[in-house]
């Protein structure tokens, strides 16, 4: 059942797990209630994914996912025809004694033999329920798939040359997310509600680590949410995000370590930073970061 108030979607997500500030649950709330895709954008790692899969558990369908890369291209994200299966069909008529061209196309190019990637997936109902449709990291696709998603986004169909067109009979649920390695184009984001995740403040941050992060203690979760306000503030290549606070949590709770220590952290700073850079920043700033998340 989907929310019916800004207030349910937010009370809808804290059960799943997801804090949210009313900013966030008022745009998704939004996006059901006008049937508009949402495309979120922010540093990787604040939640854009997550809330797409809590999304689909609270309405109960399914959750398709088109990972975006670099070169994507239409027989990735929407469909292709499945050539071997073609071609040994093709024999099979031909042993048969058929050749009448236009029974063998027919044949040939029928739903059979198409083999449906996520944006072709999207368009259909499963149990009378309208899929969510995650495209995530639109930023790492080509600027030409953009294009494509114009029409997609327009008019919820896909048109293949040997089938004819084929529409949604209920739009799916579409969250589009972007880390902002580049911008994507105005006219995209004019067909979609936006939305920015940014980096939680310290009492959304320790909520969501004492939420995500069962049996963490009082004292480590606070000193590891202020460590890593605290070190968000440096010029690192790569700040961590609210999933690398959750892998730093937990790898600690694994040693049995209670609080911050300079052994235990430094020695398991790879879970939180990513850059051997980073990480020798941090160790050199970390007595002075240790020392303010101890006073919290």
Known sequence: MRPQSISDTQTALEREHYISERSLATSVFLALKLGRPLFLEGEPGVGKTEIVKVLAKLLDTRLIRLQCFEGLDLSSAVYEWDYARQMLQIRLLEASGEREQ???????YSAEFLVKRPLLQALELQDGKPAVLLI?????????????????????QVSIPELGTICAAEPPVVIITSNRTREIHDAL??????HWIDYPDYQKELRIVQRKVPGVPELLSRQVVAFVQELRKLELYKAPGV?????????????????????AMEDTFGALLKYQDDIVRARGAAQDLLAKAQTV
Request: net charge negative; charged share 35%.
């Open 102 to 108: 236009g029974k063998v196309k027919s044949e040939i």
């Open 243 to 263: 999933a690398e606070t959750l892998d730093w949590a937990s790898a600690l709770m694994a040693l049995d370590v209670t609080s911050l220590e300079g052994g």
């Open 189 to 194: 984001k004019r067909r979609c509600l936006y």
């Open 136 to 156: 995530d990291e639109l930023d790492r696709a080509d600027e030409e798939f953009e294009a494509f998603l114009l029409e997609f986004l327009s008019d919820w």
